[in-house]
């Protein structure tokens, strides 16, 4: 009995299209919680250093 098949061109083109779909949902779905991280981290983060006047 076989059990490992190649992997052809068609099941590529399912996987790639099931994730593309997948992450589509996700970020429509989840776009506030998506946008409030982005936010927070941005302005969380370390503010940009000043150039030091020569």
Not at 17 to 40: H, P, Y
Not at 41 to 50: A, E, Q
Request: net charge positive; aromatic share 12%.
């Amino acid at each position: 009995m076989k059990f490992m098949k190649n992997i052809t061109k068609r099941d590529l083109k399912a996987f790639l299209l099931g994730f593309a779909t997948m992450l589509l949902i996700e970020l429509a779905l989840n776009w506030g919680d998506l946008e409030r991280g982005f936010k927070d981290g941005y302005n969380g983060g370390k503010p940009y250093p000043k150039e030091i006047d020569k």
